[in-house]
C-alpha cells in the first residue's frame, strides 16, 4: 500500500469521528510515521496531557501528537480490508486517550 493510501486513510478515519467530539479536541496534531524506534510493533502512540488532566498549566503547551505507524499496521494485516480496519481501530484508540480513556477501559469496550 503506497504511503499516499495510507495516510488517506488515516485521514479517513478522523472524518468518522462524530463532530461533537471533534469539536472537544484542541491542540492535537496527528502523524504517520513507518515505525517506532524503541518499539517496532507499536501501532499507534498519544504523547501529551490527556483532556481529563489538563489544568491552568496547560496553556501555551505544544501540541499533543498522535502518532500512527503505518508499517507496523502493515505487518498484521493481509487485505487491504484489515488496514481500513486497523487503521479506525488506532486513531480512535489513540483519541480516547487524549480524551484520557485509559487502556484497559479501551480493551474493555473493544477498542484494544
Excluded: K
Excluded at 499533543?64 to 487485505?79: E, H, N
Excluded at 486513531?91 to 480516547?96: L, N, P, Y
Amino acid at each position: 500500500m503506497s504511503d499516499e493510501r495510507f495516510d488517506g486513510l488515516v485521514s479517513d478515519a478522523l472524518d468518522e469521528i462524530p463532530a461533537e467530539l471533534t469539536r472537544a479536541i484542541d491542540n492535537v496534531v496527528v502523524l504517520v510515521e513507518p515505525r517506532h524506534e524503541d518499539e517496532p510493533s507499536l501501532l499507534g502512540l498519544y504523547q501529551g496531557i490527556a483532556l481529563t488532566e489538563r489544568d491552568s498549566h496547560y496553556a501555551g503547551s505544544l501540541p499533543d501528537t498522535i502518532t500512527i505507524y503505518r508499517d507496523a499496521i502493515l505487518d498484521i494485516c493481509d487485505t487491504d480490508e484489515d488496514v481500513v480496519h486497523e487503521v479506525a481501530v488506532t486513531v480512535v484508540h489513540e483519541i480516547a486517550h487524549y480524551f484520557g480513556i485509559e487502556e484497559e477501559r479501551l480493551h474493555q469496550l473493544g477498542w484494544g
